[in-house]
């Protein structure tokens, strides 16, 4: 079982980049397909990115292709997801989670992610 934690989240303006990093604090990510997902006020969580344990494939959610990178250090034990051009509507709570099933859905309940940290805040103002 893995139980993660999620940082680098904060305050930007429009256009700007942040990098998230999901740090393992229980077991190791290695093992793991992993994916990254957000909860915007008042709406699901949804689904963001995903990266495969052997780091061969990624996928991404419409809303973020292009702007949104997934990458991962299994040594560093730890999950990154680099946002560029970041828009007022990525504005959400950002979580990672190991992904255990459906290999390529962009459903949550299709992918069971499991070892939900606690989150970190991503705001964009325009």
């Known amino acids: 079982q893995v139980q993660l934690v999620e940082s680098g989240g904060g305050l930007v303006q429009a256009g700007a980049s942040l990098r998230l990093s999901c740090a393992a604090s229980?077991?190791?990510?290695?093992?793991?397909?992993m994916g990254w997902f957000r909860q915007a006020p008042g709406k699901e969580r949804e689904f963001v990115a995903a990266?495969?344990?052997?780091?061969?494939?990624?996928y991404y959610a419409d809303s973020v292709k292009g702007r949104f990178t997934i990458s991962r250090n299994n040594f560093k034990n730890t999950v990154y997801l680099q946002m560029n051009s970041l828009k007022p509507e990525d504005t959400a709570v950002y979580y990672c989670a190991a992904v255990k099933t459906n290999w390529g859905s962009t459903r949550l309940a299709e992918l069971s992610p499991t070892g939900w940290g606690q989150g970190t805040q991503v705001t964009v103002s325009s």
């Open positions: 229980e077991g190791t990510v290695s093992s793991y397909n």
């Open positions: 990266i495969s344990w052997s780091i061969a494939n990624t």
